[in-house]
């Protein structure tokens, strides 16, 4: 049996090593260590930083099995370089920082749970404070590329060619999917200030012919019609369950017969305890949102059900978020 002393010591100091590497990266310690190996003092004079400090920071890291340290000089192994710098191709730079300003809600969780009431909230942030919904875009677009890449395995969107992206934030799916699928066309739905970005990244990724932005509120405002694909990533779990059930039919609505509908987020199994990370999540959505939650599969179900939506599927995936559900509109 596993140690209880033991586990509940591990629980107390886990979100130490997280702070670590998010500290690193808010200090662009990471992109200070791409050339050959530093020593603590290079970094901190670099950076501005105290040599104490830093040199703390970098013996952690090597403990935590993230940088070498070789003859008092700091390195970072050649396969983490392209997740924790800046510009690195599978860059995480954006998510650590993300990770890093959602502690503040944790650490008044206490008034979460004597009121139900959210802490802050990601919508009235996105809307109105542009330098913390362009790091959280971005965020999404870091956190994305793996799923779109895995769900692109499993679900048969290769005869598609009209696609909505509800909340669609920088249109990570919707560019990931039309690149592979070359006559797949894309509309990413959000509301005005995220689409800014996203129509950056349509410009990066050469795709301004296939890959539009449509701006609205998809509870209130029309979505369009005849698309053989609609997209739901991560956008259920910021509602009560009436609204997700709304979105559900309304997105079913839109779809012509025998088009498809793609469900991606955290949700629990039956019980509402498990897997962990969908069960933590809707702690933290819980801080963000009135009424948001990691809605169980068994209710998502029960919504495409209701829609008319039929070969309804539900698996997990090898990325963050794992769940999925997806299925057909029957004809
Ligand atoms: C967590 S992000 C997910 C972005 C993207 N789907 C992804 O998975 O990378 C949720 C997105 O939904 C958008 N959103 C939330 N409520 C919305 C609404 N009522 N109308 C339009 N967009 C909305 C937000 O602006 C945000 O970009």
Redo the contacts with the bound molecule.
């Keep these: 049996m596993e140690n209880i002393e033991d586990k509940i010591s591990g629980l107390l100091h886990g979100y130490q090593g997280g702070l670590v590497l998010m500290t690193a990266c808010e200090l662009g310690v990471f992109d200070a260590l791409t050339g050959p190996p530093v020593s603590a003092l290079e970094v901190a004079e670099k950076l501005g930083l105290s040599e104490k400090g830093v040199e703390r920071l970098l013996n952690a890291l090597a403990a935590l099995g993230i940088a070498a340290k070789d003859n008092e000089k700091y390195s970072l192994p050649e396969e983490w370089l392209p997740y924790l710098t800046k510009d690195g191709e599978r860059s995480m730079h954006q998510w650590m920082w993300l990770s890093k300003k959602l502690i503040q809600p944790w650490l008044e969780m206490d008034r979460f749970v004597r009121s139900g009431e959210n802490i802050s909230s990601?919508?009235d942030m996105?809307?109105s404070e542009p330098e913390n919904m362009r790091a959280?875009?971005d965020a999404?677009?870091d956190?994305?590329l793996k799923?779109t890449w895995t769900l692109a395995r499993e679900i048969p969107i290769g005869d598609c060619k009209k696609m909505l992206?509800?909340?669609?934030?920088?249109?990570?799916?919707s560019l990931e999917w039309c690149k592979l699928h070359p006559h797949l066309k894309a509309t990413i739905?959000?509301?005005p200030?995220?689409l800014e970005v996203a129509k950056e990244y349509i410009k990066r990724y050469g795709l301004k012919d296939r890959v539009t932005t449509k701006p609205?509120?998809?509870?209130?405002?029309g979505l369009g019609t005849e698309y053989d694909l609609v997209?739901?990533?991560?956008?259920l779990?910021?509602?009560e369950g009436d609204q997700g059930r709304a979105l559900v039919q309304k997105a079913a609505d839109c779809l012509a017969p025998g088009g498809r509908i793609v469900i991606?987020?955290f949700c629990t199994d039956d019980g509402d305890v498990a897997p962990l990370n969908d069960v933590l999540f809707s702690v933290n959505i819980g801080l963000l949102t009135p009424g948001g939650r990691a809605h169980p599969v068994k209710e998502k179900i029960d919504w495409l059900e209701a829609a008319g939506i039929g070969e309804i599927r539900h698996f997990r995936v090898d990325a963050v978020p794992t769940g999925v559900v997806t299925g057909v509109k029957k004809g």
Excluded at 166 to 171: D, N, T
């Design positions: 990601i919508m996105l809307g959280f875009t999404m677009h956190k994305g799923a992206d509800l909340g669609g934030g920088p249109g990570t799916y739905l959000d509301i200030p995220v609205g509120d998809f509870h209130k405002d997209l739901l990533a991560n956008i779990h910021m509602y991606h987020g």
